[in-house]
Nanobody
Framework: QVQLVESGGGSVQTGGSLTLSCLAS??????MAWFRQAPGKEREGVAA???????TYADSVKGRFTISKDNNENTLDLQLNSLKPDDTALYYC????????????????????WGQGTQVTVSS
C-alpha cells in the first residue's frame, strides 16, 4: 500500500510560480505522475516519471512545468512557472504499483494510488 500526500498549492497571479510536492509512504514509488482536474472538465495528465526515469509532459505545460523525483526521500515535485489562468485546477499526485513496470504516461489505469489533491488557482 502506498499513501500519497500533496502539498504546495495556493493562489497566484498570472506569470507566478508554485512548487507542488507529493510525499509517498508505505512502499517506494518508482513511477509517479501529476494529474489535474479543472471545474467542469475531465482529469488530465500533466507530467509523469516512468520506472526508467523518463519524463512525459502535456503539451500545454511543456517548457513551463518541471517534474522531479527524489528516490531517497520518496517525494515527487512539480515546479510550475509562468502560470496561466487555464492552469487553475485541483492537482493530484498518482503512483503506480511498485511491483510493476510503468511507462510513465497519462493512462490513469497505470496508477493504483492517488492523493487527495492540492488546489492551484491562478488569477488574471
Amino acid at each position: 500500500q502506498v499513501q500519497l500526500v500533496e502539498s504546495g498549492g495556493g493562489s497566484v497571479q498570472t506569470g507566478g510560480s508554485l512548487t507542488l510536492s507529493c510525499l509517498a509512504s508505505g512502499y517506494p514509488a518508482y513511477c509517479m505522475a501529476w494529474f489535474r482536474q479543472a471545474p467542469g472538465k475531465e482529469r488530465e495528465g500533466v507530467a509523469a516519471i516512468g520506472t526508467d526515469g523518463r519524463t512525459t509532459y502535456a503539451d500545454s505545460v511543456k517548457g513551463r512545468f518541471t517534474i522531479s523525483k527524489d528516490n531517497n526521500e520518496n517525494t515527487l515535485d512539480l515546479q510550475l512557472n509562468s502560470l496561466k489562468p487555464d492552469d487553475t485546477a485541483l492537482y493530484y499526485c498518482a503512483a503506480a504499483s511498485p511491483f510493476l513496470y510503468c511507462g510513465g504516461g497519462f493512462e490513469e489505469s497505470e496508477y493504483k494510488y492517488w492523493g487527495q489533491g492540492t488546489q492551484v488557482t491562478v488569477s488574471s
